[in-house]
């Protein structure tokens, strides 16, 4: 919604810590949205197939259809309701609170920026776009310090402990934590 070089903070750089970015994000005007394509043009396959017939069925084992058609209808059913108890909810990623949006999002099958302005609108809204203001703020820390996705960002003085026992435990979902075992299996 705001490219990661158009907001720094006094002192130059990045912004390190999410508050600070938030409130300057939060003032600052949103890149606008850019008009739908009248026309997308299959590109040249020397085989002579269609595009289309290259891709895979639009859903997976778990029956979930994917495509923005599919996005932009879990994002409204999810304005017309579960919106007004995110804020409480959020955190409890069973519940019907959380958006369920990640997918779309993640392979840009819906846009942030039309996510958050829709959201924007809502009464209940406001936290939720608090949230996707994460997903600028770790594109800038990305863009200013591309190790950042493979090095401590903030080195804490953790160290690595290699215990097999313990990674056996973690990839078969055995570590005692539930939420994360369960992701796990």
Same mark, same amino acid.
């Given at each position: 919604?705001?490219?990661?070089?158009?907001?720094?903070?006094?002192?130059?750089?990045?912004?390190?810590?999410?508050?600070?970015?938030?409130?300057?994000?939060?003032?600052?005007?949103?890149?606008?949205?850019?008009? &739908?394509?009248?026309?997308?043009?299959?590109?040249?396959?020397? =085989?002579? +197939?269609?595009?289309?017939?290259?891709? !895979?069925? /639009?859903?997976?084992? =778990?029956?979930?259809?994917?495509?923005?058609?599919?996005?932009?209808?879990?994002? /409204?059913?999810?304005?017309?309701?579960?919106?007004? /108890?995110?804020?409480?909810?959020?955190?409890?990623?069973?519940?019907? +609170?959380? =958006?369920?949006?990640?997918?779309?999002? +993640?392979?840009?099958?819906?846009? !942030?920026?039309? &996510?958050?302005?829709?959201? =924007?609108? +809502?009464?209940?809204?406001?936290?939720? &776009?608090?949230?996707?203001?994460?997903?600028?703020?770790?594109?800038?820390?990305?863009?200013?310090?591309?190790?950042? /996705?493979?090095?401590?960002?903030?080195?804490?003085?953790?160290?690595? &402990?290699?215990?097999?026992?313990?990674?056996?435990?973690?990839?078969?979902?055995?570590?005692?934590?539930?939420?994360?075992?369960?992701?796990?299996?």
């Amino acid at each position: 919604m705001v490219p990661p070089s158009a907001l720094e903070p006094t002192g130059g750089g990045e912004y390190k810590i999410f508050t600070p970015y938030y409130r300057r994000w939060s003032a600052a005007d949103w890149r606008p949205t850019e008009p &739908v394509p009248k026309q997308l043009a299959d590109p040249d396959l020397e =085989s002579g +197939h269609n595009l289309l017939d290259l891709l !895979p069925p /639009s859903t997976n084992e =778990s029956g979930i259809v994917g495509g923005e058609t599919a996005g932009r209808r879990r994002l /409204s059913a999810w304005l017309d309701g579960p919106l007004d /108890s995110y804020e409480d909810g959020r955190d409890t990623p069973a519940g019907e +609170h959380t =958006s369920r949006l990640f997918a779309y999002l +993640h392979l840009g099958c819906l846009s !942030p920026l039309e &996510v958050a302005l829709a959201a =924007s609108e +809502h009464p209940a809204g406001d936290s939720f &776009v608090r949230q996707l203001c994460w997903r600028d703020f770790l594109l800038q820390v990305l863009a200013a310090r591309p190790d950042a /996705s493979t090095a401590p960002y903030r080195d804490r003085g953790d160290t690595w &402990v290699d215990d097999l026992d313990a990674l056996q435990a973690w990839q078969n979902g055995q570590r005692g934590f539930p939420l994360v075992d369960a992701g796990m299996r």
